[in-house]
């Protein structure tokens, strides 16, 4: 009985301790909340505009639903022995780069310039950022834009993945994401977006044409040619082991893309109802483009090209959509089907092996993408004429940022490779290619069968 008494005066110590702890930890995260938000969090301010508030934040979740549709689109197009291995790599992403965004990347995306160049650190760990507006977006508060800007970091990088599926150490896609993030995006997008040097010079990109798809697509094209080509690759048949589950994928980034591209109007209003129809348009276009050279060029038409070209499409007038007519974005929906479906038709000739077409979709639906708008952008839809509209200055503008942009992100996505390379290694072993990187990689199998 004594010992009974003695072990449950020592479990309500215990618990006594545990409540005690927690109040002085709570105390403490609360102190340094406090400490770090400073003013940021003083009040609301009259600006804000809740119409437009509402509709940043749901693009932002819009635009975070692409990841994992992303992830879905490409796991569907692997073999089962891979098929977690590369959802991993689009799912972990949100969580990685969401945290380097909140620690440095969007101060050094957005804040204040430094030479244009850069951002400067004066809103590391969100230091400042609060609810007040800011001048990216007047009407919304900081954080809302901030988490918005955050949405399309993540899935950026998560692109590149396409270039070296089923043959990439896990350990290094972490390393090379943080690095290649912080180096090329997070600058690029600076360059263009945050006050930087292209954006000054008045190059244009609505919704990420060169800052997601051109970074991302040359990147993975310098991916696929640094790590070499899948074992069996032009040998044997390396079938998609689940279409349905690509077209689903496919399915919520046309989805998500509202957000991505319509959203990027930053206020619901004429422009962003602009931006979702080009979106569409566009898509749509490229769609049908797609299956009829699918339907001459192989005899029939495919749900695999079908998603793919619409998934080109997407890439290819998200640079334009806020600066052009639905008309102009039939015109570039057309070129998007036309083009990629060429560039994944070539890439077998030219002997690299883009797994899953990052390159020919993003890189090459980017490139597209930014010459329609400087060739048919209009100041009556966004204050800025193209080619066709009296304005030629602005396509070599358009020409001159994709040279600059593709060439950066080549190099440098090179150079943290061999870096990556030489300390831990890239590529894994060839047994465990063989064996798949699910079982290899992350001890699980997506199926049991």
């Known amino acids: 009985m004594k010992k009974q008494n003695s072990e449950l005066r020592s479990q309500n110590s215990d618990k006594k301790n545990i409540k005690n702890f927690s109040a002085v930890l709570f105390a403490f995260c609360f102190l340094l909340i406090a400490l770090f938000s400073g003013s940021a969090f003083a009040g609301e301010s009259s600006k804000i505009d809740t119409g437009d508030t509402a509709w940043i934040l749901v693009s932002a979740a819009l635009v975070m639903l692409m990841t994992p549709g992303l992830a879905l689109f490409y796991g569907g197009m692997v073999r089962k022995k891979n098929v977690l291995g590369t959802l991993m790599q689009s799912f972990i992403a949100i969580a990685i780069i969401s945290l380097q965004w909140i620690f440095i990347g969007y101060t050094l995306s957005f804040g204040p310039d430094i030479s244009g160049i850069i951002g400067g650190l004066d809103w590391m760990l969100l230091n400042d950022v609060g609810v007040e507006p800011s001048s990216y977006a007047k009407t919304v508060p900081h954080l809302a834009f901030m988490i918005y800007q955050a949405m399309f970091a993540v899935i950026t990088p998560a692109l590149i993945s396409g270039a070296f599926a089923e043959r990439m150490k896990f350990s290094a896609y972490v390393i090379f994401i943080l690095l290649w993030t912080t180096l090329v995006y997070d600058p690029v997008c600076h360059w263009i977006w945050g006050g930087g040097w292209m954006g000054k010079l ?13 970074t991302s697509g040359i990147s993975a094209l310098a991916a696929a040619l640094f790590i070499g080509k899948r074992k069996g690759y032009l040998e044997e048949l390396l079938p998609p082991h689940n279409l349905p589950m690509t077209v689903l994928g496919a399915g919520l980034l046309w989805f998500g893309w509202f957000g991505f591209n319509a959203g990027s109007a930053l206020s619901s209003g004429e422009l962003s109802a602009m931006a979702f ?12 483009t797609w299956l009829i050279i699918e339907w001459i060029h192989r005899g029939m038409p495919t749900m695999f090209g079908a998603a793919t070209g619409a998934i080109a499409g997407l890439a290819t007038i998200t640079p334009a959509a806020g600066f052009v007519s639905p008309s102009s974005a039939l015109i570039i929906g057309i070129a998007a089907g036309g083009f990629c479906y060429l ?32 060739l048919f952008a209009s100041a009556a839809i966004n204050g800025v004429n193209g080619f066709f509209f009296g304005n030629a200055s602005q396509l070599f503008k358009q020409l001159m940022a994709i040279g600059v942009v593709a060439v950066y992100s080549f190099i440098i996505s090179i150079v943290i490779f061999k870096i990556i390379d ?24 997506g199926y049991f069968l």
């Open 202 to 214: 008045g190059v244009v990109d609505f919704a990420g044409g060169l800052v997601v798809h051109v």
């Open 277 to 288: 129809v080009t979106t569409h348009t566009g898509a749509c276009a490229a769609t049908v």
């Open 343 to 374: 560039a994944l038709n070539s890439k077998a000739k030219f002997g690299y092996d883009d797994t899953l077409d990052a390159f020919g979709v993003h890189g090459v639906g980017g490139i597209i993408g930014t010459i329609g708008a400087g």
């Open 422 to 445: 030489i300390v831990i290694g890239v590529r894994v072993c060839e047994e465990c290619e063989e064996n798949g990187l699910d079982i290899e990689q992350h001890g699980e199998a």
